[in-house]
C-alpha cells in the first residue's frame, strides 16, 4: 500500500500543518514517510528508551538510513523528564552535528516525546520532529498537538514550549507488545473523546471493548485513526490552549493528575482519568447536567475495560489539597470540565470542594 494511504489525519494549521498517519507496520516504512513528508531533510537523530530501543531501534534507524541517523538515549518514562535530560539530549544533538535542516525522531510514549520535542523546540531556536508513539496513549493524544515539556521540582509540565510535529506516525502492531494496563490506560482517553465528541466511538468500544483488549490491530488501527481526528479538530481549533475548547480534552483529568499524584507512580494514566470521569460526571448529576443512565453506561464502559471507577482509598480531602495546587485552580476554586451527555460537548464550570467531595465518596 502507498505510503499516502495511512493518512488517518491532517492538522491544519497553516505552515505549521502535518499529517498523522496510523497502520500496521508503519515502523518499518518510517524512512518512506520521512522521504514523502519531510522531503528537505538532511539528516535525523531518533531519540528513544533502552527497552524500546531493543525492540524497535534497529528497525527505524534501518529505515531512516538515507538520514544518516544517530540514537541517543534516554531513561524510561517520567524520570526523563527533567530539565537536567533534556539539556543532555541538547548536547548528543550538537555532538551529532544536527543542522536546521535535521529532524528528531522521538520514538517512544508520552516522555520521550515530551522530552525530545521540547529539545526540538529549543534546539537552534526550533528544528523539526517526527513523533513515533509507541502506546496506545500517546498514539491517540500526547503525540499530537504539539505540548512538549520537561518537569520542575515544583510541579509538573512547568518547563515546556508548543513545537507542533512535522509528521507523527503511528505504527499500531507495536501496541500488541505493550502490557495489558497499558492498553486499558490507553482505551480511557478512548472512551473520553467518545464522551466529550462522539457517540459512535463510545459504542464501538462498548461493542469491541474484548478485541480492543486484546490489541486487535485492526480494530486499533479504526479507533486509533477516529481519535486522531478528533485530537486534530480540537488542536486546530486552540492550538495554544486558550480558548477553553482545547481545555475540554481534560475531562476526567483534574482528579485523575490528583489521584496519580497521590499514588506516586503506582497508577497509570488512564486508571487516574478513569475515576476522575465518573467522579466529573456524579457532579454534572447533582448539576441537572447529565442523566443518570449516562454516568452509569460510562461506568460499566470503564468497569469492563478492566479500570477502576472509584478512588482507591478514603482519600478525597487530600485529592482536593493536590487539585487546589492544579493550575486549573483559579481563584481558589477547582474548575472542572463536565460531560453533559455522551457525544457532546462538556461544560467547564468552578466546582465547590463539597460537591467534587461527594463526587468522590459516591
Ligand atoms: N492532552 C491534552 C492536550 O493535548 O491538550
Known amino acids: 500500500m502507498e505510503i499516502e ?3 488517518a489525519a491532517t492538522v491544519g494549521l497553516g505552515e505549521r500543518s502535518y499529517h498523522i498517519l496510523a497502520g500496521e507496520g508503519l515502523l518499518a516504512r518510517l524512512g518512506e514517510a520521512a522521504n514523502r513528508y519531510v522531503p528537505d ?12 530501543d531493543q525492540l524497535y531501534g534497529d528497525t527505524a534507524l534501518r529505515s531512516l538510513r538515507r538520514l544518516n541517523p544517530a540514537r541517543v538515549l534516554l531513561p524510561e518514562g517520567e524520570t526523563a523528564k527533567t530539565w537536567g535530560w533534556a539539556g543532555r539530549l541538547v548536547s548528543s544533538l550538537i555532538d551529532h552535528r544536527l543542522d536546521r535542516k535535521g529532524v528528531v525522531v522521538a520514538l517512544g510514549g508520552g516522555s520521550v516525546g515530551d522530552v525530545a520535542g521540547f529539545a526540538a523546540a529549543i534546539y537552534l531556536r526550533g528544528v523539526r520532529v517526527i513523533q513515533v508513539p509507541t502506546t496506545l496513549l500517546s498514539q491517540v493524544d500526547s503525540s499530537i498537538g504539539g505540548k512538549t515539556a520537561v518537569n520542575h521540582s515544583l510541579g509538573k509540565n512547568v518547563i515546556g514550549a508548543f513545537h507542533q510535529p512535522s509528521l507523527v506516525v503511528c505504527d499500531t502492531s507495536l501496541l500488541k507488545t505493550l502490557p495489558k494496563g497499558e492498553i486499558r490506560s490507553g482505551l480511557a482517553e478512548v472512551v473520553k473523546y467518545g464522551v466529550i465528541n462522539d457517540a459512535n466511538l463510545f459504542a464501538t468500544v462498548e461493542e469491541k471493548a474484548d478485541r480492543l483488549l486484546s490489541a486487535d490491530a485492526a480494530e486499533l488501527e479504526a479507533v486509533v485513526a477516529r481519535c486522531a481526528a478528533i485530537k486534530a479538530g480540537y488542536v486546530e481549533l486552540d492550538e495554544r490552549d486558550t480558548s477553553g475548547v482545547r481545555a475540554t480534552l481534560n475531562y476526567g483529568h483534574t482528579v485523575g493528575h490528583a489521584i496519580e499524584t497521590l499514588n506516586r507512580g503506582r497508577i497509570r494514566h488512564g486508571e487516574g482519568v478513569a475515576i476522575g470521569m465518573v467522579s466529573a460526571s456524579r457532579v454534572s448529576v447533582e448539576y441537572g447536567l447529565l442523566h443518570v443512565g449516562e454516568l452509569e453506561r460510562q461506568a460499566n464502559l470503564l468497569g469492563k475495560l478492566g479500570l477502576p471507577t472509584r478512588v482507591p482509598t478514603a482519600a478525597s480531602s487530600r485529592l482536593i489539597k493536590i487539585m487546589h495546587r492544579d493550575k486549573k485552580a483559579e481563584s ?3 474548575r472542572l470540565v463536565l460531560p ?23
Open 5 to 7: 494511504n495511512f493518512r
Open 41 to 52: 531533510a538532511t539528516g535525523c537523530v531518533v531519540v528513544t528508551s533502552p527497552d524500546l
Open 332 to 334: 481558589g476554586t477547582i
Open 340 to 362: 453533559t451527555g455522551i457525544g457532546v460537548p462538556p461544560v467547564t464550570r468552578a466546582v465547590p470542594d463539597a460537591v467534587i467531595e461527594r463526587s468522590l465518596e459516591a
